[in-house]
């Protein structure tokens, strides 16, 4: 099973801010990652697909990178409603798996 | 607009059986090629997918669930659904249903706003 580890836990900013979150699978999973934003009381919310592609209707500010075992969300200048938790999970064997989680809060 | 709505029992005692149905709308669960899946969140930690259903029907398992679950779908009703035998504690969580983006894929998009299931006496 691949293992997924997020960093940091929780990122403390100031709408306005660059966010950068890390995702590191514990093996290769070439560019076979997505990530999610979830608010309280909602499901996840499918923001990058594919490592690097936003899926529909996801601000510009939202962008993703890289492949094999290491890969970055950013959120160019932190938006109020951007304040969630972010979840990164692979496609590249079974079983699907995510990571634990970074929490983007208000500093 | 594809739209899905889990339902089911809200409390289980252990040792029974969670049972959960994911009814579908705007898309057909028996057409198009898309893979439904079940995922679970225990409160206050991260995300676990279950298992999922082709429109085909066969079905695919995260082995660490394999021995109790069960997807199926009943495409007269459009929907599809989840047992999970033997439950315990362990199993209490938040219950969504999901879809793929693009038929096998295996990212989620869209989901259903989730079920919470508590497993207790």
């Known amino acids: 099973e691949i293992v997924l580890t997020q960093s940091p836990a929780t990122l403390s900013l100031s709408p306005g801010e660059r966010a950068t979150l890390s995702c590191r699978a514990s093996?290769?999973?070439?560019?076979?990652l997505a990530w999610y934003q979830q608010k309280p009381g909602q499901p996840p919310r499918l923001l990058i697909y594919?490592?690097?592609n936003r899926a529909t209707g996801i601000p510009a500010r939202f962008s993703g990178s890289g492949s094999g075992t290491d890969f970055t969300l950013t959120i160019s200048s932190l938006e109020s409603e951007d304040f969630a938790v972010y979840y990164c999970?692979?496609?590249?064997?079974?079983?699907?798996?995510f990571g634990g989680g970074t929490k983007v809060e208000i500093k | 607009q594809v739209q899905l709505q889990e339902s089911g029992p809200g409390l289980v005692k252990p040792s029974q059986t969670l049972s959960l149905t994911c009814s579908v709308s705007?898309?057909?669960?028996?057409?198009?090629?898309?893979?439904w899946s079940w995922l679970r969140q225990p409160a206050g930690q991260g995300l676990e997918w279950i298992g999922r259903?082709?429109?085909?029907?066969?079905?695919t398992y995260n082995p660490s669930l394999k021995s109790r679950v069960t997807i199926s779908g009943d495409t007269s009703k459009n929907q599809f659904s989840l047992k999970v035998t033997s439950v315990t504690a362990a199993d209490t969580a938040v219950y969504y249903c999901?879809?793929?983006?693009?038929?096998?894929?295996?990212?989620?998009?869209?989901w259903g706003q989730g079920t919470l299931v508590t497993v207790s006496s």
């Open positions: 999970q692979h496609r590249a064997n079974w079983p699907l798996t």
């Open positions: 999901a879809r793929d983006l693009r038929p096998g894929n295996n990212w989620f998009d869209p």
């Open positions: 093996q290769s999973i070439s560019s076979y």
């Open positions: 259903i082709h429109t085909s029907g066969s079905t």
């Open positions: 594919d490592a690097s």
């Open positions: 705007g898309d057909s669960i028996s057409s198009g090629s898309h893979y």
